[in-house]
């Protein structure tokens, strides 16, 4: 398996004494609670108040502000003690913020990372077994009976879908100003943007270039999210709209016109690796020399840095639980190789992008 420098010395050799093995151990059996008095620790204002405080602050002080019970208090602080959130003086009993706590509350990534998973998937991942047995996103039951979360996504209840759409946009809108650069090297009249959601890129497209004309491609009733959201912005009336269902493998990619740019951001890994090999063959096929598919993804593999590889191997089962059962944040080999299988070739991977994407830039197979 090809991995990253970071990635290969972490993955490969046991790094842990035995005592710090077992507390890990222990962090996993008690993942669920970790998770959510930290949370709550963030929802009931306690760390903010203690980032905020110069000398820290007595249990007495948070109870007085929050207008929790002194139990409620007492259980939060015990807790963050010992998950490291808090710090305490044992002189004066005040208790203060610790680093970890300071990325918790600060962090942007790790504040999407938390709404994402209370909101979106904490209920669902208590069915990631049947999911996992039976290839399909048991987890999404309890928000409706759609077969994918993508079906669903305009008529998830508001909180649910203000966290979808702020982890999505989160990692895709750090990425797009190096994407453009990228993407209009190259003489780009028109794109056709695979999976346009919310039409973020296809506005970032229109005002980056005067001359490009967008064609966003996702399901219908993404499609009517999109207008209301692009309505009136600068360049809007470049961008057009192909209402598609990818899943049904008789729908092709449009031939009205010839296009320079295919662009999937953020899409490919909405799904299984055969209906990519079947997407990717239906993109190639509209294809010419002149062409270049971009697959912008965070492969796992290529990450510089733990903590990334970790939050993206574990957003896979938000894909198993919620989204459709059988999709994942892939490694970049898996995709090259099913980019091959579709008639195509990498012509270049540009890493390092935002929050961790890659760009496959790929072309027609001339051989
Ligand atoms: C994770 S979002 C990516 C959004 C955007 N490209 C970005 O980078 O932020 C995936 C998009 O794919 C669309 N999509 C999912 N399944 C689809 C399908 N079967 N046919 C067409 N579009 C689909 C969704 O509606 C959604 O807009």
């Known amino acids: 398996m090809n991995l990253s420098p970071a990635l290969e010395k972490a993955y490969t050799k046991e790094r842990l004494s035995a005592r710090e093995a077992q507390e890990k151990a222990e962090w996993i059996a008690f993942g669920p609670i970790v998770f959510q008095a930290s949370r709550l620790m963030i929802k009931f204002g306690i760390l903010e108040m203690l980032r905020n405080s110069d000398q820290g602050m007595t ?76 290839g399909r996103p048991a987890g999404l039951e309890h928000f409706g009976d759609w077969p994918t979360v993508y079906e669903g996504l305009s008529q998830l209840p508001p909180q649910v879908q203000k966290s979808w759409f702020g982890f999505d946009h989160f990692y895709s809108d750090s990425s797009f100003q190096q994407a453009l650069e990228i993407v209009f090297q190259r003489n780009t009249r028109t794109l056709l943007d695979v999976g346009g959601n919310t039409g973020r890129w296809a506005l970032r497209c229109v005002d980056f270039n005067p001359d490009v004309q967008v064609t966003i491609m996702d399901l219908p009733q993404q499609l009517e999210m999109m207008r209301e959201f692009t309505k009136g912005k600068n ?81 896979s089962l938000y894909f198993t639980a919620i989204a459709n059962g059988n999709s994942k944040m892939y490694h970049s080999d898996d995709m090259a190789a099913i980019v091959r299988r579709a008639g195509l070739e990498v012509e270049t991977i540009h890493d390092g992008l935002g929050q961790g994407h890659s760009i496959m830039v790929c072309k027609i197979c001339d051989k």
């Open 59 to 134: 249990q007495e002080e948070i109870v007085r502000e929050t207008k929790l019970s002194p139990y409620a208090v007492k259980v939060l602080l015990e807790a963050g003690l010992c998950i490291g959130t808090v710090l305490v003086d044992t002189e004066s009993d005040r208790f203060s913020l610790s680093k970890t706590g300071w990325f918790l509350l600060n962090d942007p990534a790790t504040r999407v990372n938390v709404d994402f998973n209370h909101d979106v998937n904490y209920e669902g991942w208590f069915r990631l077994e049947e999911s996992l047995k039976e």
């Open 235 to 315: 360049g809007y009336e470049r961008i057009g709209v192909y209402g598609i269902n990818l899943l049904d493998n008789a729908s092709g990619f449009p031939t009205d016109r010839h296009y320079d740019a295919i662009w999937m951001s953020q899409f490919l890994d909405c799904f299984g690796e055969d209906e990519i090999f079947s997407i990717l063959s239906r993109a190639a096929k509209i294809m010419d020399a002149d062409t270049r598919l971009y697959i912008m993804e965070t492969f796992w593999d290529r990450q510089r840095f733990e903590p990334a590889a970790f939050c993206l191997t574990m957003i």
